[in-house]
């Protein structure tokens, strides 16, 4: 797609598709090479001033550098870009990261907010798959406050939507669900760690959401995430 407007002259169709070639790269584990790519994305998205693609811009150097662990780097970019544009679709995916950078940090309670801003902003596009992102992320802070068998059923959720919908975890995610999960079954022990992933996974999509919508609710209050 790059090639094919750069032959053209469509400069916004080699912006964009070069953005998101960033992003694969990114998750791919190949975040270096991502560079050039964002580079002529951001020149492009200066010169049309197009809030879009500024936008896209963000979101590929935050996965840049999620990639390479730059955790407060990767908060700037995604802060400096939060809400731009009139895409959104890429608006909860720029509040997912945000999340989830933050959660890296610590910052379970800030997290939290970002996740169900993310969550409301994919729901309203008919997302589910984008909500469990939200969702997975619910179940991480759940473990982290010691309430296991929540955190089972918010996981159990997110990967039901994720098997339904055909689209696995990115990469960023891989390392924090597999310490979760492992925390959770010597937690609550094999069985009832299963019973309890199979209770979320059984919940209708809509109950889900609602349920995990007010669990984020909950944990976004600085008291609650102590």
């Given amino acids: 797609a790059v090639t094919i407007a750069q032959e053209v002259g469509d400069q916004w169709g080699q912006a964009y598709a070069g953005g998101n070639l960033a992003k694969w790269k990114a998750d791919g584990g190949l975040g270096k090479q991502a560079g050039p790519d964002v580079r002529v994305t951001e020149r492009i998205a200066d010169e049309l001033n197009d809030a879009n693609l500024i936008g896209l811009t963000g979101l590929a150097r935050g996965w840049m550098y999620l990639a390479e662990n730059r955790i ?118 094999p069985a009832a760690y299963s019973r309890a992933i199979a209770a979320g996974a059984a919940l209708h999509e809509e109950d889900a959401a609602i349920e995990n919508a007010q669990w984020l609710q909950s944990f976004s209050h600085p008291e609650t995430s102590r």
């Fill in 72 to 189: 407060e780097q990767s908060i700037d970019v995604l802060t400096s870009v939060k809400g731009l544009g009139d895409d959104v679709h890429q608006h909860h995916f720029i509040e997912v990261y945000m999340g989830l950078a933050l959660f890296r940090r610590g910052d379970y309670a800030e997290a939290a907010a970002l996740w169900l801003e993310s969550m409301r902003n994919a729901l309203a596009v008919g997302h589910i798959r984008g909500a469990a992102g939200s969702m997975e992320g619910c179940g991480y802070i759940a473990e982290r406050l010691g309430l296991p068998e929540r955190a089972c059923r918010s996981l159990g959720a997110a990967e039901l939507i994720r098997s339904r919908t055909g689209i696995p975890l990115y990469s960023f995610w891989i390392a924090h669900s597999k310490q979760v999960h492992s925390a959770l079954r010597a937690a609550l022990g």
